[in-house]
């Protein structure tokens, strides 16, 4: 079985400061990360995944993200936010072998001018 | 662009009526993924098919079926339907079986149903 727990429903930044995006998942094998980003009206796009490989994940845009097997977690970062930053972000889990994905229920990312 | 297509981008329709949902992935993928995004249900995986053959079956209702042809596109097909079948469908596409390989995910359908 897997899960996925997005902390924050809504999250509000000021532009040039940093961002934080909480995740915790549970599953029963080791798992396989993704954080994904939907701006309005748009798909999704894959920012980042971790896969068993480095434990700090660097994506696209300057974020990355931390897995923490102790904290089963795996939160996302970026030094400084950015106003194209604003848009929903989506924590996925899922197991190797696993054809299924589990979506977070997302975390809407404000930056104030 | 992702390299995925959706059509048609926005589909309005009466409850009971049956509407079909189109998708080609991207060039080379060989697995589609079709899903739901709805305010009250969040992003949910409905079902995938990999080179033809359904792999994996999510909250898919018994009313919603899909196949995949040859070409490798997909159609998702919904009937009898009901005013809480109003969301966004998206298809994503993948080069592999597995949920660990990145997934390409089109533009949407958004379907309203009235």
């Known amino acids: 079985a897997q899960s996925v727990t997005q902390l924050d429903s809504h999250v509000s930044v000021s532009e040039g400061t940093p961002v934080l995006l909480r995740c915790n998942y549970s599953?029963?094998?080791?798992?396989?990360l993704f954080w994904y980003v939907q701006h309005p009206n748009k798909g999704l796009q894959l920012l980042l995944k971790?896969?068993?490989?480095?434990?700090l994940v660097k994506g696209i845009n300057g974020f990355e993200a931390e897995f923490k097997k102790s904290e089963t977690s795996f939160h996302l970062t970026k030094p400084s936010a950015h106003m194209s930053d604003a848009a929903e972000y989506f924590c996925v889990v899922t197991i190797f072998g696993n054809e299924k994905l589990t979506f977070g229920t997302g975390t809407r990312l404000t930056i104030i001018p | 662009d992702s390299g995925v297509t959706q059509t048609p981008k926005h589909l309005i329709t009466a409850t009971g009526q049956r509407v079909t949902l189109r998708c080609s992935p991207r060039?080379?993928?060989?697995?589609v993924y079709w899903y739901q995004q709805s305010l009250d249900q969040g992003l949910q995986f409905l079902i995938q098919?990999?080179?033809?053959?359904?792999?994996a079956k999510g909250n898919i209702l018994e009313r919603f079926s899909a196949q995949q042809f040859p070409d490798l596109h997909s159609e998702l097909n919904l009937s009898s339907l009901e005013l809480g079948d109003s969301a966004l469908y998206f298809c994503?596409?993948?080069?592999?079986?597995?949920?660990?390989?990145?997934?390409?995910f089109g533009p949407g359908t958004r379907l309203t149903v009235t």
């Open positions: 599953s029963s094998y080791s798992p396989s």
């Open positions: 994503a596409s993948s080069v592999g079986l597995s949920g660990s390989y990145e997934q390409y």
């Open positions: 060039s080379g993928d060989l697995s």
């Open positions: 098919y990999y080179n033809g053959e359904e792999r």
């Open positions: 971790y896969t068993s490989a480095a434990t």
